[in-house]
């Protein structure tokens, strides 16, 4: 980890440098890592929020990554520096261990495999071999080992021996301006993903109560958001789905608020995550107006058309309008807890403090960054946090079942009540 550095740019994102000069590192790189083109889609929907995508056609993973920011630079920086990170992720060039759990554990530390999110594809084996890649603890000199299946993100087939047991994703992987940046970046959207796992699992009386009162918001960076999108005859909802971590997580979802046959734009979600609630609730509100983006540009090479299909139906729209939009909000914005600190070193560290309140064990790091590049690039794993919930064969882990479970008893109280 590097030295302390004081945070520079704080409109959107904490970053310890501006959008621009990120820009200026990196373009001149971009080439050797197969990215050939930053586009500007903003302009293909009628929000006005920037967005990019960042195109390398030979990716083995997804070849259109996507950007989003309150600026062209943030925007353009953002779909940017997501293509360079899954170009690192894909080509990795660590050592790695080729061999079974029992033969490992013999010699060295491995990971609680029970703790890691994981697919019912196949069965673990411990006596098949299989890729194995060492990983730091986070603000710790102590290493262990973790399955490969977590860190790599080539998805070229076939896949890696022993392929299925854990989750193939790039939750946890980020990049950074510096490590700290990128580990920071990492942990937050590990958190975001396990909050919206356990959000799935709400009922929708027990969501609703999640909503969040946008006139109590007065910062004026997501007040000219919110207008922007309710100008373009947008909708807009947000939901406080802070999970018992602690860090500020929030859901917010976009539809148009007219009905048209002709024009059937799709309602899309997005989630953020982020100690300063600020920044948390502009990444949930700008990665929705993103996604969006990303259906209209048809850009995504992992959309299927059945799911084009799904967003564009019109029943499905008005059950958004009628059940979620329309509903009333609880949730004062000025009461949710926050951080707005100096540097990034203290919000990993209040990161790592949080996760350790809830006795889930200190995150473990990849450092990925190339020599070559010089531009930061990690994957973070976290124990007992839950994964992606929505994609085929994902297994929900210890938390989730625990969370269910607690729900379950509480409607059964209200109930009887």
């Known amino acids: ?21 990120t820009l200026n590192k990196i373009i001149p790189l971009l080439p050797a890592m197969g990215i050939t083109r930053l586009a500007n889609v903003t302009g293909l929907d009628d929000i006005g929020i920037p967005v990019f995508t960042a195109c390398r056609p030979n990716a083995k993973a997804i070849s259109v990554s996507q950007g989003k920011g309150v ?18 992720a894909e080509n990795i060039d660590l050592p790695t261990r080729f061999c079974s759990y029992n033969e490992l554990v013999k010699s060295h530390s491995i990971v609680n495999l029970d703790q890691l999110p994981k697919m019912d594809v196949i069965a673990f084996d411990p006596d098949s071999r299989r890729l194995w890649i060492e990983a730091h603890f986070l603000q710790s000199s102590q290493t262990t080992y973790i399955p490969y299946d977590l860190v790599h993100c080539d998805f070229t087939l076939p896949l890696p021996p022993g392929s299925g047991c854990f989750q193939l994703s790039t939750n946890g992987l980020a ?15 590990l958190i975001e993903r396990d909050a919206l796992t356990l959000r799935s699992l709400l009922s929708e009386s027990q969501h609703a109560q999640l909503k969040v009162d946008l006139t109590t918001i007065k910062d004026p960076h997501i007040d000219e958001l919110i207008r922007k999108i309710e100008e373009a005859d947008v909708m807009v909802s947000v939901w406080n789905i802070t999970s018992d971590i602690g860090i500020p997580t929030f859901s917010a979802t976009i539809i148009n608020k007219n009905e048209s046959q002709h024009r059937q734009l799709y309602p899309m979600n997005g989630s953020g995550t982020h100690p300063d609630k600020h920044v948390a609730i502009m990444r949930a509100i700008t990665e929705a107006v993103q996604t969006r983006l ?35 909000a609880y949730v004062d914005f000025n009461n949710i807890k926050s951080w707005n600190h100096d540097t990034i070193e203290e919000d990993l560290a209040l990161l790592i403090h949080k996760l350790e309140q809830q006795n889930l064990p200190c995150p473990m790091m990849v450092d990925l960054t190339k020599a070559e590049f010089d531009i930061p690039v990690v994957r973070v794993v976290a124990s007992g946090l839950e994964g992606i919930h929505d994609v085929p064969a994902y297994v929900y882990g210890q938390r989730a079942r625990d969370f269910a479970e607690k729900q379950k008893n509480i409607q059964k109280k209200d109930t009887a009540l």
Not at 311 to 321: D, G
């Open 1 to 21: 980890m590097t030295s302390k550095l004081i945070k520079t740019y704080r409109t959107g994102t904490h970053r310890t440098i501006s959008p621009q000069e």
């Open 294 to 328: 990303t259906f209209i540009s048809g850009s995504r090479d992992d959309a299927s058309l059945s799911m084009y299909k799904a967003k564009q139906n019109i029943e499905h729209q008005r059950r958004i309008r009628d059940q979620l939009m329309h509903m009333p």
């Open 71 to 88: 600026s062209i630079e943030a925007a353009k920086a953002s779909a940017a520096m997501e293509a360079i990170e899954t170009y690192h």
């Open 175 to 189: 990049s950074g301006n510096t490590r700290e940046e990128a580990a920071s970046h990492a942990l937050c959207e």
